[in-house]
């Protein structure tokens, strides 16, 4: 089953919320004392399940239709990285966390106030061709916005 434009975009919009609602209880958490460990651990888990996959679809899938001179997508790759670096940090817990959290909140509302116009302008404009070429790339990657699963 291949998405329409909309789907995806819809898509896209849904596992932007789902992480501005991570970010928030890792807040919650932190504010109710919540075992450091614990939370990394879930931060973790979380990184790795969810954003990690998100983020390769986004590099794979999506940013090359704005072009790598893009100066949006070069922001975003650099904050996809910096992210990367704070979910993998071990030490000084609450002071990472605290900071992963932020960021990625910024980084998803840039997302969606920059850089979700010119994705969804972009995939309408795509043929269907260039969507299944995606698909069969990623394969049975459960992240990418065109596949079923």
């Not at 996809?80 to 910024?106: G, M």
């Amino acid at each position: 089953m291949d998405y329409s434009s909309d789907q995806v975009l819809e898509r896209l919009s849904r596992q932007h919320h789902q992480a501005l609602e991570f970010c928030q209880r890792i807040r919650r958490d932190l504010l109710e004392d919540v075992p450091l460990d614990q939370i990394h651990r879930y931060a973790k888990g979380y990184w790795q399940t969810y954003l990690e996959p998100h983020f390769q679809m986004e590099q794979h899938c999506l940013y090359p239709l704005l072009g790598p001179h893009n100066v949006r997508i070069k922001r975003a790759v650099a904050q996809q990285r910096r992210l990367s670096r704070l979910f993998h940090k071990e030490t000084d817990l609450r002071r990472v966390l605290n900071q992963a959290e932020e960021e990625l909140a910024a980084y998803v509302r840039f997302e969606q106030r920059a850089l979700q116009r010119e994705i969804a302008d972009e995939v309408k404009k795509l043929n269907h061709e260039r969507v299944k070429s995606c698909q069969q790339h990623r394969g049975n990657q459960k992240e990418c916005l065109w596949s079923s699963g």
